[in-house]
């Protein structure tokens, strides 16, 4: 994809700001957060995590999320989970040894590092030294579309070679998934979205016609 995120925050904001009424955007003040939301766009520059905040304020981000991925997924239980998530090792990462679970949990709260785990328990089993490794994602990405939970995905393979978020780990990623970063900039700006408006923008309404294999091949 040419038009990356970025640059369509700075075109919107253009057209935007030309006609901007105060006078609309009482959005912030009708919702009753007691706690301090997460900051999910923390790691990018203020500038832009400041427009992501302007646009969700203004109820621009959803579409402009929309028009760019307008299909929600078909991965829904934990076994179609699995075999995605398979099917993304066997491609990369063979030989990186074997997952012995992978599951949605609704018991992942969503915070910056948390959106998905991986776990590797070595223990002794008789004379050998096995190894069990999960991985899990949060629910949230049930109702996403295969672009961001592809991301995640990609980030908790990653972790299997690479345990910190350094050079390296973001060098495999991109191998597994060339736009990871675009990807993973768009999923904190919903994420945000998310938090603000309590407003989902992919539910199951928007199955019918969604593809699990939409992406693939696109990044071979
Ligand atoms: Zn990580």
Redo the contacts with the bound molecule.
């Keep these: 994809m040419i038009c990356r995120f970025p640059a369509r925050f700075i075109a919107v904001r253009a057209a935007v700001s030309a006609r901007y009424n105060p006078a609309s955007t009482a959005l912030s003040t009708t919702t009753m957060r007691q706690k301090p939301a997460p900051d999910y766009l923390s790691g990018y520059p203020a500038a832009l995590a400041a427009e992501v905040r302007r646009l969700i304020e203004q109820d621009l981000l959803a579409d402009m999320l929309l028009r760019k991925y307008p299909l929600a997924h078909a991965v829904r239980t934990d076994t179609a989970l699995y075999d995605y998530v398979m099917e993304l090792k066997d491609e990369y990462l063979r030989n990186a040894g074997q997952l012995s679970k992978v599951m949605f949990d609704s018991k992942l709260h969503v915070i910056r590092?948390a959106l998905?785990t991986?776990t590797s328990i070595s223990r002794v089993q008789g004379q050998k030294l096995k190894s069990k490794r999960e991985i899990r994602i949060a629910a949230v990405f049930r109702e996403m579309p295969i672009a961001f939970l592809r991301m995640i995905v990609v980030?908790?393979l990653?972790?299997i070679r690479e345990r910190a978020?350094d050079k390296a780990?973001y060098q495999l990623c991109r191998h597994m998934e060339a736009d990871y970063h675009q990807l993973e900039f768009d999923l904190r700006a919903y994420l945000s979205h998310l938090d603000a408006t309590g407003r989902p923008l992919w539910s199951a309404a928007v199955l019918p016609g969604a593809r699990t294999d939409e992406k693939r091949g696109a990044s071979g």
């Design positions: 590092q998905g991986h980030h908790e990653a972790h978020h780990f």
